[in-house]
């Protein structure tokens, strides 16, 4: 008699090849999760379960996505279409997560205190003036302006 929690045997008794697949399929999905859970903890993204509070913590962040870029490399041309597809998917949540994290920490870190924190991001830097070079010529308003000759 064949209890319905084992899997079904073949004519030799092995477990068949079929639930052994599934099986590792079902292993592999729940490691990705797992793997992307933790990350997005370490992102703040999701509470701590300890102490259901959130804390960013980058370098964490960065070793679980590492170990899912590792588990990427390492399985590639092995993964079923529906498992590399979710593996990548997940990849590219955590990576644009991460880049939003590590922008929020950097606002975070450059406002002075008792400032609420922006959301947007900064303006980026005005680029200061290049040297002059001999292609360089100033306009009527002391500016450089540059001419290249053919």
């Known amino acids: ?23 590792h399929a079902a292993l592999f999905t729940g490691m990705v999760l797992q793997q992307a859970n933790l990350a ?4 703040g993204r999701a ?3 300890d102490t259901k509070e959130t804390a960013v913590d980058l370098e964490a962040a960065t070793l679980f996505i590492d170990t899912l870029e590792m588990l990427e490399a390492k399985t590639r041309g092995n993964l079923g ?4 597809g979710m593996l990548r998917e997940t990849l590219t949540s955590l990576r644009i997560a991460f880049v939003e994290a590590a922008d ?3 606002a975070r870190r450059t406002v002075p205190p008792g400032q609420p924190a922006t959301t947007s991001p900064a303006p980026p830097p005005s680029n200061p003036a290049p040297a002059a070079s001999p292609d360089a010529a100033t306009d009527a ?10």
């Open 104 to 106: 929020r920490e950097a």
């Open 47 to 49: 509470p701590r379960p």
């Open 81 to 84: 279409a529906e498992e590399a």
């Open 1 to 23: 008699m064949n209890d319905s929690s084992t899997p079904p045997k073949d004519a030799a008794g092995s477990t068949s090849t079929s639930t052994s697949a599934t099986r």
């Open 141 to 150: 308003e002391g500016r450089k302006k540059f001419v290249k000759h053919y």
């Open 40 to 43: 997005l903890m370490c992102l």
